[in-house]
Every structure is written in C-alpha cells, then in structure tokens.
C-alpha cells in the first residue's frame, strides 16, 4: 500500500498531470463512440491543420490572412479536382485491366513455377510447387472476395463520399479562415490551469507539423521515381504499382516488404525468370534502400526518432484498434505517446524537487515548467 501512495503522489499528485490526462482520456471516449459521425469533421481538420503551414509561409511573404487563405484552398481545390477528374480514372483504369488480366497473370505463374523443378531438380520438388500453387489459388481466391465485397460497401457508400466531397472543402475553408475565432472558442471552455498540455501540445504541434509535410514529399517523390522506373523498364500498370510503393512509406519497415509482393509478381508473369525480371526486383530494392537512408532521414530529420521496435508495436497496436487509420497515424500517435510521457516524468521530478514529501500542490503550479 505505501508503495501505491509513493506512486501516486509522485505522478498523479500534480493538477497538470491530472488535466493532461484528462484531456487525454475525453479525446480517446470522443473518437470510439463518435469516430463515425465526426469522421469528416475530424479529417477536415486535419486538411486545414496542414494546409496552415503553407498560409503561414504565405503570410511570412508579408499577404494578408485571408488572402493566404484563398490562394492555399483554390490551391487545395485545384489539387482535389486534379485527383478526382484525371488520377482516379487514370488509377481506376489501370485497376480494372489489371483484374480482367489476373487469370492469364495466374496462369503464366503457374507455367512458370511448374519450370522450376525441372531447372532445380536438386533444389525444388514436384509436389512443392504443387502445394505452392494450391496455395496461391486460395489466396488469390480469398482477396478476390475482399475486393468484390470491398466494392459493393463502396458503392452502397457512394452516396456518403459525395456529401463529403461537397461539406469537407467548406469546413477546411471556414477552419482556415476563422482559425482565430475557433480556437478562442474552444480554449473558453479549458481550464486556465493547463500549462502542461499546452506544452505537450506545442511540442506535439511541431513534430507532427513536420512529420505530415515530411511524409506528403516523401510519398510524392518515391511514388515518382517509382512511377519512372518502371516505366523505363517496361513493367505494366507503372502507375499504380508506383502508387503504391509511394504509399509504403507510410508503414515503416512492413510497407516495403508488404508492397514487394505485387511488384515481383508482376514483373514475374511479364518477364519471367530474365534479365528483365532482375532488373525490376534491383530497380524496386534501390528505390527502398535510397529511400529509407537518404530521402527519409532527410525529410524526417527535425521528427523524433523512434526505435524500430517502437514503430512496429505502434502499428499493431493502433491498426488493431483502428484498421487502416490506425496504420496510417502510427507514428504520429506513437509519437504523442512519447511525448505525453516524456512530460509526465519530467513533470513529476521537477514536482517532487519543488514539494518533497509534500503531496499538496503550490497553488500556482503553472509556474513549474
């Protein structure tokens, strides 16, 4: 029992402590129970939250706010009409072949790994590959059922994603112009007494600020470079291979590996087991190796760092609870995790200096920082 009482007025003695998590623990209840219904209030904030940066680099070339904030949304309009009216077709084009060609895909794989025992009798058996190829046939049969049931769920929310297409570009546009007014608003109903989650927001507002700009010019250049590449090599449906290895970047480590598959498998129903072949897996292992030592590190340098482990229990925890969203903001919120605790303890021992043995907090405890 004294060792729960060291603990607790050690780290839950604080108000501070006490109003971070709070706040916390309200945001985690708000995005389980209501996630669905504020989904496009929450991405439209998310939209304008990025798009700041780019009113506040305009501003810093002496415009006017609501200047800025027209040239960033036609910008963000422009970019919205571009990705719906030329890169969705295109995309959806490039999908639609590759389906109406998978069966012959499937069969030259099949012609192809039959081959094998008879190159590497020594190395591969007959009924290796059999189970192989039976294996691939569930497989291939399994994702054909997501993607058919993917399709109707799609459809039946077609609907839905039209009125969001219509609200969301009108909410980033009043987020952005009425910043000022909204966040005056909100912060009326916080406590005064909230300096440690001010800090913990201000170190937070850095580091995903930069991770969300690091990683939108990461996925655009690898998806180019990737795009080209494979284009220069003759590989089919170029660009939407190269989308997604562009979107691998998002799940570290596991996305490159992941993304692999279809590339190789791809470049091996076209080309075979030739030079080609090789060149497509080299081309693909180059763009991941650049990538991950020079274009991340460069991009991402002013993001805390994570340890490898760190990234991949935050990517199985969250997409656990979220699916694909989970996925996707990982290592933003394994990166608020850290940051949330790294203020805790910090806070705590500077509390504990101050008040020694004294569990009753000074009444101005924004004072310690």
Same mark, same amino acid.
């Given at each position: =029992?004294?060792?729960?009482?060291?603990?607790?007025?050690?780290? *839950?003695?604080?108000?501070?402590?006490?109003?971070? *998590?709070?706040?916390?623990?309200?945001?985690? &209840?708000?995005?389980?129970?209501?996630?669905?219904?504020?989904?496009?209030?929450?991405?439209?904030?998310? &939209?304008?939250?990025?798009?700041?940066?780019?009113?506040?680099?305009?501003?810093?070339?002496?415009?006017?706010?609501?200047?800025?904030?027209?040239?960033? @949304?036609?910008? #963000?309009?422009?970019?919205?009409? +571009?990705?719906?009216?030329?890169?969705?077709?295109?995309?959806?084009?490039?999908?639609?072949? @590759?389906?109406?060609?998978?069966?012959?895909?499937? !069969?030259?794989?099949?012609?192809?790994?039959?081959?094998?025992?008879?190159?590497?009798?020594?190395?591969?058996?007959?009924? +290796?590959?059999?189970?192989?190829?039976?294996?691939?046939?569930?497989?291939?049969?399994?994702?054909?059922?997501?993607?058919?049931?993917?399709?109707? !769920?799609? +459809?039946?929310?077609?609907?839905?994603?039209?009125?969001?297409?219509?609200? =969301?570009?009108?909410?980033?546009?009043?987020?952005?112009?009425?910043?000022?007014?909204?966040?005056?608003?909100?912060?009326?109903?916080?406590?005064?007494?909230?300096?440690?989650?001010?800090?913990?927001?201000?170190? =937070?507002?850095?580091?995903?600020?930069?991770?969300?700009?690091?990683? +939108?010019?990461?996925?655009?250049?690898?998806?180019?470079?990737?795009?080209?590449?494979?284009?220069?090599?003759?590989?089919?449906?170029?660009?939407?291979?190269?989308?997604?290895?562009?979107?691998?970047?998002?799940?570290?480590?596991?996305?490159? &590996?992941?993304?692999? @598959?279809?590339?190789?498998?791809?470049?091996?129903?076209?080309?075979?087991?030739?030079?080609?072949?090789?060149?497509?897996?080299?081309?693909?292992?180059?763009?991941?190796?650049?990538?991950?030592?020079?274009?991340?590190?460069?991009?991402?340098?002013?993001?805390?760092?994570?340890?490898?482990?760190?990234?991949?229990?935050?990517?199985?925890?969250?997409?656990?609870?979220?699916? #694909?969203?989970?996925?996707? #903001?990982?290592?933003?919120?394994?990166?608020?995790?850290?940051?949330?605790?790294?203020?805790? @303890?910090?806070?705590?021992?500077?509390?504990?200096?101050?008040?020694?043995?004294?569990?009753?907090?000074?009444?101005?405890?924004?004072?310690?920082?």
């Amino acid at each position: =029992m004294h060792i729960i009482q060291e603990w607790y007025k050690r780290y *839950l003695s604080d108000p501070q402590i006490i109003i971070l *998590l709070f706040f916390l623990v309200a945001g985690i &209840i708000t995005i389980l129970t209501m996630g669905n219904v504020l989904a496009p209030v929450i991405a439209s904030m998310v &939209i304008a939250y990025l798009l700041e940066g780019l009113v506040d680099l305009l501003k810093k070339c002496h415009i006017p706010r609501l200047a800025a904030v027209l040239i960033v @949304f036609i910008t #963000f309009l422009t970019f919205l009409i +571009f990705i719906l009216f030329w890169l969705l077709p295109l995309l959806s084009g490039q999908l639609a072949q @590759f389906v109406g060609q998978l069966p012959s895909m499937i !069969a030259r794989w099949q012609k192809q790994l039959m081959l094998l025992p008879e190159r590497y009798p020594d190395l591969i058996s007959q009924a +290796f590959v059999t189970d192989l190829i039976d294996m691939l046939q569930t497989e291939l049969g399994r994702w054909g059922q997501r993607l058919l049931a993917f399709s109707v !769920a799609s +459809f039946r929310s077609l609907i839905t994603a039209l009125v969001y297409l219509v609200l =969301m570009p009108l909410m980033v546009f009043f987020f952005l112009k009425d910043k000022k007014k909204i966040t005056l608003w909100f912060t009326g109903f916080l406590p005064e007494n909230r300096g440690l989650s001010s800090q913990v927001w201000k170190e =937070m507002n850095l580091q995903i600020g930069n991770y969300a700009r690091g990683k +939108f010019w990461e996925i655009l250049i690898v998806w180019a470079v990737s795009y080209v590449t494979f284009y220069l090599l003759g590989l089919n449906f170029a660009i939407l291979l190269g989308l997604t290895v562009g979107l691998s970047v998002l799940v570290p480590y596991i996305g490159a &590996i992941v993304v692999m @598959f279809p590339v190789v498998l791809m470049g091996f129903s076209q080309f075979g087991w030739s030079p080609d072949f090789m060149s497509i897996v080299i081309g693909y292992t180059v763009i991941q190796l650049l990538d991950g030592n020079l274009l991340a590190p460069l991009l991402l340098s002013e993001v805390v760092n994570l340890h490898p482990v760190a990234v991949i229990t935050a990517i199985l925890f969250f997409g656990g609870f979220w699916g #694909f969203w989970g996925v996707f #903001f990982a290592i933003p919120l394994a990166t608020l995790v850290q940051a949330v605790l790294r203020a805790w @303890f910090r806070r705590s021992r500077q509390y504990m200096v101050i008040n020694p043995g004294n569990p009753k907090p000074p009444e101005n405890s924004t004072d310690i920082q």
